[in-house]
């Protein structure tokens, strides 16, 4: 039989002993996995191991629903994310949001095109970052694809040659696999899900679960209502501080979520910035609050430790 007679096969192996635990046998072959990238670095079809046939466009989807199939001994439950990160969040959540609730995913499968990384590659993992939150990382490896043997043979050197690739997959903790872009390779499939579950052993057999996507959600609404509150008290003439004086520190992401916010409610307007030096305790931020009604806090000794806006 050749490698690409079917879409999903089985490897029968002896009866197990009766002394195994059955539920524990179980717990350990059943495995849930989630692919997300670019649909070009990929070939659908129906001798694709992992993907099978292209699925409807997500403008189409109402909810994403796993796809059973038995992968050697393993009872596989593939969910395809291709081309989600090519949309808006909002136009996704509601799906994810059902899908992490409904499953425990216990790798998440980046499909990165071998020599042709793309910036739209480098922001993949960021989108699954923003989405799912940091401690997806932990469920993170990198599959790449190529075409030609050739490529395959030469993709350690080229990890070395190309920084961005190799910060990724530092990211990813460094794990990788290579795989030929139609996917319907026995070999390789075999050893992926052999480092699928070499991934679900090193995290203790935990997966990412609906309540790891809640705490992100968390985190995000009170995220975005202190923006929200200090947009507003920015707009009352209250500043911003912009660097920790103590600490030399300038939170970018907290700083840019501000200020877009600040943008939104006043609208695209020209802004003119205004710098003060001066030596300690001159009259620094005396002088802006007389000028333009701000409060800058001011005492007769030091009082600014730090960068700040109004």
């Not at 189409?60 to 796809?67: K, N, Y």
């Not at 136009?91 to 499968?109: G, Q, T």
């Not at 802006?288 to 030091?302: I, K, Q, T, W």
Request: glycine letters at 6%.
């Amino acid at each position: 039989m050749s490698s690409t007679d079917s879409a999903a096969y089985a490897v029968h192996s002896p009866p197990r002993s009766k002394e195994k635990d059955p539920h524990l046998s179980d717990k350990k072959r059943s495995l849930t996995v989630a692919l997300f990238g670019n649909s070009t670095s990929v070939q659908f079809g129906h001798d694709n191991i992992l993907l099978g046939e292209e699925s409807h466009p997500l403008k189409e989807l109402s909810r994403i629903d796993p796809v059973q199939m038995k992968i050697l001994e393993h009872n596989v439950s593939v969910i395809n994310m291709i081309d989600f990160t090519e949309h808006q969040m909002d136009s996704v959540d509601h799906l994810i949001c059902k899908l992490v609730n409904e499953n425990e995913i216990c790798a998440f499968i980046f499909v990165v095109r071998l020599g042709q990384f793309t910036y739209a590659d480098k922001m993949g993992l960021e989108w699954l970052q923003t989405v799912f939150g940091d401690r997806v990382l932990q469920f993170v490896m990198i599959v790449f694809i190529y075409e030609r043997e050739e490529e395959c043979n030469t993709i350690i050197d080229d990890l070395k040659k190309n920084s961005v690739v190799e910060k990724l997959l530092k990211k990813c903790g460094g794990r990788f696999h290579t795989c030929r872009k139609t996917m319907n390779n026995r070999s390789e499939m075999r050893e992926l899900m052999k480092k699928i579950e070499c991934l679900f052993n090193e995290n203790q057999e935990q997966c990412y679960t609906g309540e790891m996507y809640n705490t992100r959600l968390n985190r995000d609404s009170n995220f975005q209502k202190n923006v929200n509150d200090n947009a507003e008290m920015m707009m009352s003439g209250f500043p911003l501080e912009l660097m920790d004086g103590d600490a030399a520190h300038v939170p970018l992401i907290w700083i840019s979520a501000v200020l877009d916010k600040l943008n939104q409610k006043l609208g695209d307007q020209r802004v003119f910035v205004l710098s003060v030096l001066g030596i300690q305790s001159s009259g620094k931020s005396t002088m802006l609050n007389a000028m333009f009604g701000l409060e800058f806090p001011v005492s007769a000794g030091r009082c600014t430790r730090e960068l700040s806006c109004s």
